[in-house]
């Protein structure tokens, strides 16, 4: 269900206007009915992963608690289970695989998006590495401690209420090795989308941002706009770990680690 904030030009990607505040919170089968519906044309215009998840992986990848070789160095081989949370096409779960790790896990509501990520890991070689999930962000069907690496992308923002998003953290903490590291982002009102918002505000606000399929008709997605403050302090309140946070290109971005960690942004300062 990742999106792409980063291309916010209407015609080249399906998105039109329709901001402002939501009535009320869909369920979450609205929201898998919407991605299971615009599935295929979606996809079909998120071809390339993020720089900043691109950098991400690179970094922590080549971590020493990724890796598993000979003593004197040779035929060293990275390891260990990666997760892509909200996989959508699986742009982001192909780099993990493209990384080393030895399974990467993804993981999306929509069975539609999910079906896209298959067709890309067939057409790119990277099913041996692969494992598809139909899941909820906020219950996690993977087990405590055994995610080396994951990727939040994008994804975060379209869980409809408060305490679904904070669970989500909650879990990405509980699954998170204690040695693990992941990337989570939110789209924020920093973003020039959004130019009426302060990002100097404590709270963002929900939204409706619309999709437009081929032939014109327009389908409403939900979105919780961030504000910065309020991103920052949500991961404080969650069992994860902040080590860094910025903003980029009009998103918030957080490098955490698991809640086994004992690890906080000080320690990393």
């Not at 096409?89 to 079906?115: F, I, K, M, T, Y």
């Not at 909820?136 to 209420?161: C, E, N, Q």
């Not at 924020?188 to 009426?196: I, L, N």
């Not at 080590?243 to 990393?268: F, K, M, P």
């Amino acid at each position: 269900m990742a999106d792409d904030q980063q291309e916010p030009d209407a015609e080249s990607t399906g998105e039109s206007g329709s901001d402002g505040e939501s009535g009320q919170h869909p369920d979450r089968a609205a929201v898998r009915d919407t991605y299971d519906r615009i599935a295929t044309h979606f996809a079909s215009t998120r071809e390339y992963a993020w720089p900043e998840v691109e950098e991400f992986v690179e970094t922590h990848a080549r971590s020493p608690t990724l890796q598993d070789g000979a003593e004197d160095g040779t035929d060293e081989r990275e390891r260990g289970l990666g997760l892509d949370l909200g996989c959508g096409n699986c742009r982001h779960a192909e780099l993990l695989a493209a990384a080393g790790l030895e399974r990467v896990v993804g993981l999306d509501v929509s069975r539609g998006l999910l079906e896209t990520g298959r067709k890309r890991a067939q057409e790119r070689s990277f099913t041996g590495a692969l494992d598809l999930c139909q899941g909820d962000a906020s219950r996690l069907p993977l087990a405590a401690d055994g995610v080396d690496l994951a990727v939040y992308v994008a994804t975060l923002h379209h869980l409809p209420t408060a305490d679904a998003r904070q669970a989500s953290l909650d879990e990405l903490a509980r699954v998170l090795d204690p040695d693990g590291r992941a990337l989570v982002s939110a789209w924020s009102t920093a973003h020039d989308r959004f130019d009426e918002a302060d990002e100097t505000d404590e709270h963002g606000f929900d939204t409706t941002v619309e999709w437009t399929l081929p032939g014109g008709e327009p389908v409403d997605r939900f979105y919780h706009i961030y504000a910065p403050a309020e991103f920052e302090r949500e991961l404080e309140c969650s069992d994860l770990a902040v080590l860094e946070w910025e903003i980029s290109s009009g998103n918030c971005y957080a490098t955490v680690a698991g809640s086994g960690s004992g690890r906080s942004r000080s320690d990393s300062e």
